[in-house]
Nanobody, 121 residues
Framework: QVQLVESGGGLVQPGGSLRLSCAAS????????MGWYRQAPGKQRELVAS???????NYADSVKGRFTISRDNAKNTVSLQMNSLKPEDTAVYYC???????????????WGQGTQVTVSS
């Protein structure tokens, strides 16, 4: 019913930048919160950043000042600009969205398939 597709991952040197994008499509009435999570090998998935439909943002302490989350409500997209990347940022990055598919729908959380970000020299 709802699909999230990420793009923009890849290999970058320490100190470099990458921009991740995620587009939601399908049966969408409205989207409240959108966010990015990441999971490194052997570690639990963790929140990186989130943004509400009104633009309120939240960041993990480890990325504050380096990452910026933004969204386009008209296009149902969310982006993550990642600057000053560090090797410890290496992970699979997942976007998610809290989507209502009908006006009476309480909403469900949907996830993308993930995109690999590798920070290495």
């Amino acid at each position: 019913q709802v699909q999230l597709v990420e793009s923009g991952g890849g290999l970058v040197q320490p100190g470099g930048s990458l921009r991740l994008s995620c587009a939601a499509s399908g049966s969408i009435f409205s989207i409240n919160r959108m966010g990015w999570y990441r999971q490194a090998p052997g570690k639990q998935r963790e929140l990186v950043a989130s943004i509400t439909s009104g633009g309120t943002t939240n960041y993990a302490d480890s990325v504050k000042g380096r990452f910026t989350i933004s969204r386009d409500n008209a296009k149902n997209t969310v982006s993550l600009q990642m600057n000053s990347l560090k090797p410890e940022d290496t992970a699979v990055y997942y976007c998610n969205a809290d989507v209502r598919t009908r006006i009476w729908d309480a909403g469900s959380r949907y996830w993308g398939q993930g995109t690999q970000v590798t920070v290495s020299s």
